[in-house]
């Protein structure tokens, strides 16, 4: 039905990956529009905001490794698409928020914060910052079980089970714990639902079409940085780039949770669920800088642990240390 259309662009001829990409990035923020939509309808702490999310902002990396795994493609291009996507939004995405707009994610305390609404406001504070630790917790224990499993440089079938499995775990904790909540405070999902997710539904279509597309186009290029030696990283910057660039509108308007939890909902999808998809196909390969990558992850993330537990902040300083950390992950990458 769409074949017209994909015609239509791939007749723009050199014109045409970009306009993929542009379709690539409209379908990722039709996603993330509808539900940013039915967040404003009241709609926190629901199995929207839980379940869907990380689907929606984590749906391009997923598709990319179904597509190679289907097509026989290569698996460490599977495995530097998720450490590019997952360290790129852990320290450069973060960091640089940090650095231009600061990171709090509890209010400083005033002399005027007193009375019933200024403790129920520090009450949801407070139950944001342990919702954001209990993910950054699991992001530390994915990563942490990639590592130890793909430490003899590849990854089996059944250590794949295992990464899919510990996926599907967090997701069955998600969902008892949304439909705890919905008993408790009588919450319904409203009847617009079936309307907004049919618009997430031709989103998710959009980046199918486009993230197939651009894959083929590269994997044809046999030389040259925009080619098929660069496939993990260049569909992994493309992937995290609508991403980043809700991190950059929210931390200017000074919205540090809602920076925090896109990229970390999102790292939940690549690590492990990409990886252990990919390794049902086919035994997956790790790259050189596997090692490097996973320590970087791993770093940034007990870093994050630290500065939201102790201090309630990312502060700037942690920031410029974050995206050090991210050039550090290039010259080791790139130059591998």
Known sequence: MLNPFIHWIEAKGPYAPLLFVA????????????LEVLSARGFEGTVLGTLVMPYCTGLGNLIFAFILGRNGG????????????????????????AIFWGMKILP???KNSSGKKSKGAGKAYELNRLSLLLTLMAILFFTGAVWALGRDGRIVFNEGLVLVGL???WQCFHVFDVLK????????????????????AVGAYGIYISTGWL??????????????????????????????????????????ETVYTSQVGDSHVSIPLCIGIYALYHTMTVP???QTGMFILLGATLLHLFFVTIF???????????????GFFLWKGLSG
């Open 312 to 326: 309630g902040q990312l502060p700037k300083f942690a920031g410029w240390i974050l995206v050090a950390a991210y």
């Open 215 to 256: 894959v083929n186009w590269i994997s044809g290029i046999p030389t040259g940085f925009i080619s098929v030696k660069y496939l993990g990283w260049l569909s992994g910057w493309l992937m995290v780039l609508p991403n980043a660039l809700l991190a950059i509108y929210y931390g200017w308007r000074k919205q540090p």
């Open 23 to 34: 379709l690539f990035m409209a379908a990722s923020f039709l996603m993330i529009w509808r």
């Open 181 to 200: 909540n919905n008993v408790r405070e009588n919450k319904s999902l409203g009847w617009t639902l079936p309307f907004d997710l049919a618009l997430l």
């Open 288 to 290: 050189k800088f596997f």
């Open 74 to 97: 290569s698996g460490a291009d599977v495995m530097t698409n998720s450490l590019v996507n997952n360290v790129t939004n852990m320290t450069l995405v973060l960091g640089l928020p």
């Open 108 to 110: 400083s305390k005033t």
């Open 167 to 169: 996926f599907l775990f």
